[in-house]
């Protein structure tokens, strides 16, 4: 399964970097962005595979098949990752500096596919165990502190994830910002960065695994209220008479659409489809509690050599 995962991953890759050449647009400037862009990107998808698949081969080596890890959360994790590989390997990021459409496109691949998958992936444990053991034996206890451990607990907080994601996605939509990533490649990694990786935490924040009812019922709540201010902005989008980035006029992409008429487009990919993701998560949460009546979910406790005991 690993070594599947594994040439999947470096399969992606491969028609990313082929793509990249056979689907570059503009001149030479704008294909050198293009190639830097994609360079950016693949790095860290590379270094995060690796890791993780290193990791769960030694967590499974220790602690036997599907424990400490489960296998769904290795799919998951797995799944998420060639998404991201995908997305590298279309020319979603040239077309979006024409149309508003597929920069959409790819936000809410991050956001609503990309984030859950990778989150519900489990990838702490993977990637602490990637780790030589001098310096997993450091890391682990460095984790392990109190300080550190009341910090994530309020930073993964459902009301909290709910908050840093929702500026996030507010904010870069913004005319002043949303403007600021089209003109600089620099901002506009900021930007997906960022909207990734508050999206990684809303979603950390409420996995239906998460053993406490109180928290599941919470985390229920804030998908809904994401859900809700998510397609707001989109209806907002949809709605308006008025064209809120200006770059796209001037760009005067081919495709039969005017400006307004895409960015009707783009608003109605985070009205409907976002909307859905959101909703349809928040369900499933409800019908797990209504499922288990409130019961705290069964965790395994799972002891691997090389590292303290943990729940799984």
């Not at 360079?39 to 036997?64: D, E, K, Q, T």
């Not at 519900?120 to 502190?145: D, I, M, T």
């Not at 998560?281 to 409800?286: D, S, T, Y």
């Given at each position: 399964?690993?070594?599947?995962?594994?040439?999947?991953?470096?399969?992606?890759?491969?028609?990313?970097?082929?793509?990249?050449?056979?689907?570059?647009?503009?001149?030479?400037?704008q294909s050198a962005s293009d190639q830097a862009w994609r360079i950016a990107v693949a790095v860290p998808l590379v270094l995060a595979s690796a890791a993780y698949f290193c990791g769960l081969r030694r967590v499974w080596r220790r602690a036997g098949f599907g424990r400490?890890?489960?296998?769904?959360?290795?799919?998951?994790?797995?799944?998420?990752?060639?998404?991201?590989?995908?997305?590298?390997?279309?020319?979603?990021?040239?077309?979006?500096?024409?149309?508003?459409?597929?920069?959409?496109?790819?936000?809410?691949?991050?956001?609503?596919?990309?984030?859950?998958?990778?989150?519900?992936?489990?990838?702490?444990?993977?990637?602490?165990?990637?780790?030589?053991?001098?310096?997993?034996?450091?890391?682990?206890?460095?984790?392990?502190?109190?300080?550190?451990?009341?910090?994530?607990?309020?930073?993964?907080?459902?009301?909290?994830?709910?908050?840093?994601?929702?500026?996030?996605?507010?904010?870069?939509?913004?005319?002043?910002?949303?403007?600021?990533?089209?003109?600089?490649?620099?901002?506009?990694?900021?930007?997906?960065?960022?909207?990734?990786?508050?999206?990684?935490?809303?979603?950390?924040?409420?996995?239906?695994?998460?053993?406490?009812?109180?928290?599941?019922?919470?985390?229920?709540?804030?998908?809904?209220?994401?859900?809700?201010?998510?397609?707001?902005?989109?209806?907002?989008?949809?709605?308006?008479?008025?064209?809120?980035?200006?770059?796209?006029?001037?760009?005067?992409?081919?495709?039969?659409?005017?400006?307004?008429?895409?960015?009707?487009?783009?608003?109605?990919?985070?009205?409907?489809?976002?909307?859905?993701?959101?909703?349809?998560?928040?369900?499933?949460?409800?019908?797990?509690?209504?499922?288990?009546?409130?019961?705290?979910?069964?965790?395994?406790?799972?002891?691997?050599?090389?590292?303290?005991?943990?729940?799984?």
């Amino acid at each position: 399964m690993i070594r599947a995962f594994a040439a999947i991953i470096v399969a992606a890759a491969g028609v990313a970097a082929a793509a990249g050449e056979a689907l570059a647009h503009g001149g030479g400037a704008q294909s050198a962005s293009d190639q830097a862009w994609r360079i950016a990107v693949a790095v860290p998808l590379v270094l995060a595979s690796a890791a993780y698949f290193c990791g769960l081969r030694r967590v499974w080596r220790r602690a036997g098949f599907g424990r400490g890890v489960r296998a769904a959360e290795a799919l998951a994790f797995g799944i998420g990752l060639v998404v991201l590989a995908v997305m590298l390997a279309l020319p979603l990021h040239a077309w979006g500096r024409l149309r508003f459409t597929p920069h959409m496109i790819e936000h809410e691949l991050l956001t609503l596919v990309a984030a859950p998958l990778l989150a519900a992936g489990g990838a702490g444990v993977p990637w602490l165990f990637a780790l030589p053991p001098s310096w997993r034996r450091q890391v682990g206890r460095w984790l392990a502190r109190d300080r550190l451990r009341r910090l994530w607990r309020s930073v993964s907080h459902p009301a909290s994830a709910w908050a840093l994601h929702g500026a996030a996605l507010w904010l870069w939509h913004a005319p002043a910002l949303f403007e600021a990533a089209l003109r600089s490649e620099v901002v506009h990694y900021l930007q997906h960065v960022s909207l990734l990786a508050t999206a990684l935490l809303f979603w950390v924040s409420v996995l239906p695994r998460r053993a406490d009812a109180r928290t599941r019922l919470v985390g229920m709540f804030s998908l809904f209220a994401t859900s809700l201010h998510a397609t707001l902005l989109g209806a907002l989008l949809t709605l308006s008479p008025l064209i809120w980035y200006a770059s796209y006029v001037a760009a005067a992409a081919p495709g039969g659409l005017s400006a307004l008429e895409d960015q009707q487009l783009a608003g109605l990919v985070m009205w409907v489809p976002g909307g859905l993701v959101y909703v349809g998560a928040a369900l499933g949460i409800c019908a797990g509690l209504l499922r288990n009546d409130g019961a705290p979910a069964r965790r395994r406790r799972v002891s691997v050599p090389g590292i303290v005991t943990w729940r799984a």
